[in-house]
């Protein structure tokens, strides 16, 4: 189910009477659940799938209940027709690269504070 939510959700935060807030809050959610890179890394005991148990779920209910009726009965309908994800390598790449350059970030401002 919420691997199909999140095919739905693509295809409604697409659609244009999808509201800006939705479509916002809506490509940073599904942008995360399709992201290799975790919140919390998977490998810590019990935190590691907090994300994928707890957040992903509630971000998807919140973004679920900003898109109106009419909009989500269409994505949904073209999710169920739609038998892979979403594949766009370029968006895979962006996301990556935010991932890395937030971790550069954090590892020079530790570097700093740690009297490096």
Do not use: C, E, K, Q
């Not at 939510?5 to 940073?28: I, S």
């Not at 935010?98 to 700093?112: K, Q």
Request: net charge positive.
């Amino acid at each position: 189910m919420l691997r199909r939510d999140v095919v739905a959700l693509w295809f409604a935060l697409r659609d244009p009477r999808t509201p800006r807030a939705a479509r916002v809050l809506g490509w940073l959610i599904v942008g995360y659940a399709l992201s290799p890179i975790d919140l919390i890394p998977d490998f810590i005991p019990v935190l590691g799938y907090l994300d994928d148990l707890v957040l992903l779920p509630l971000g998807i209910a919140l973004v679920l209940r900003m898109i109106p009726a009419p909009v989500m009965a269409a994505a949904r309908t073209r999710a169920a027709l739609h038998d892979a994800r979403p594949r766009n390598w370029v968006a895979a790449a962006l996301i990556v690269l935010l991932w890395i350059g937030l971790a550069l970030l954090a590892a020079r401002a530790a570097w700093r504070i740690l009297g490096g």
